[in-house]
């Protein structure tokens, strides 16, 4: 089996974009967690499914077939067959996934599903709980984080990219909160993975953090 390397942290750390960056200089596959999160959201969203009703939810989670295809313009996310890269990747979308993340039995779908994706080595995949659950005997597990206030500039930023009517202090807000949700839930709280690498991407650029990550990879 080759190597998985488990990427955890907060909200706007930078993970994905530091994981796709680490998986393309290594030549692995990424998976991003966060994404199927945002998929089961937008599934129950999309069937009228209250994100409140736990065990419907729940339910729904486990029949989905989310799947990650490579493309020209990047990595496209399959929900049942239909592509939902953009509309996940709503506002509205990250706090829906917040909610629906914290209920056991959609977090077990989830998981089950991401360790038949890492079965086969050579993958990249960050979340919130990779090096703590899903793949605790992960050969590299890496803890990326950032102050506060750069990871909403850096969400702030992107949103206005996007043309969505938001404010850097709504943004700070919404970190703060999706900060306690996730390192306070009962099931598969955000925290550090014994063993893992712990890289802050406050004020650096993704290639410095890659190398950062390879170098000390290669140490241990």
């Known amino acids: 089996m080759g190597r998985v390397i488990a990427i955890d942290g907060p909200v706007g750390a930078g993970k994905s974009t530091v994981a796709r960056a680490l998986a393309r200089r290594l030549g692995f596959r990424y998976v991003d967690t966060g994404a199927m999160y945002r998929s089961v959201a937008w599934a129950a969203t999309r069937r009228g499914t209250p994100l409140g009703d736990e065990a419907a939810v729940s339910a729904l989670a486990g029949t989905l077939d989310i799947q990650f295809v490579p493309g020209g313009a990047g990595q496209r996310v399959l929900v049942d067959g239909e592509d939902a890269t953009e509309p996940i990747r709503r506002p509205e979308m990250s706090e829906a996934s917040s909610v629906v993340s914290a209920y056991p039995a959609v977090r077990e779908a989830m998981v089950a599903l991401q360790r038949r994706m890492g079965a086969a080595g ?36 992107e949103l206005q990219e996007r043309g969505e009517p938001v404010t850097f202090a709504e943004v700070r807000q919404s970190l703060e909160e999706r900060d306690h949700r996730d390192s306070t839930r009962a099931h598969s709280p955000l925290r550090v993975a014994p063993g893992a690498i712990v890289v802050d991407s406050t004020g650096r650029t993704v290639a410095d953090v890659v190398e950062e990550i390879v170098r000390r990879m290669d140490q241990a």
């Open 122 to 157: 050579d993958v990249v995949m960050e979340g919130r709980d990779i090096g703590t659950v899903v793949f605790p005997d992960a050969q590299v597990k890496v803890y990326l984080d950032a102050s506060l206030d750069e990871r909403a500039g850096r969400r702030f930023r």
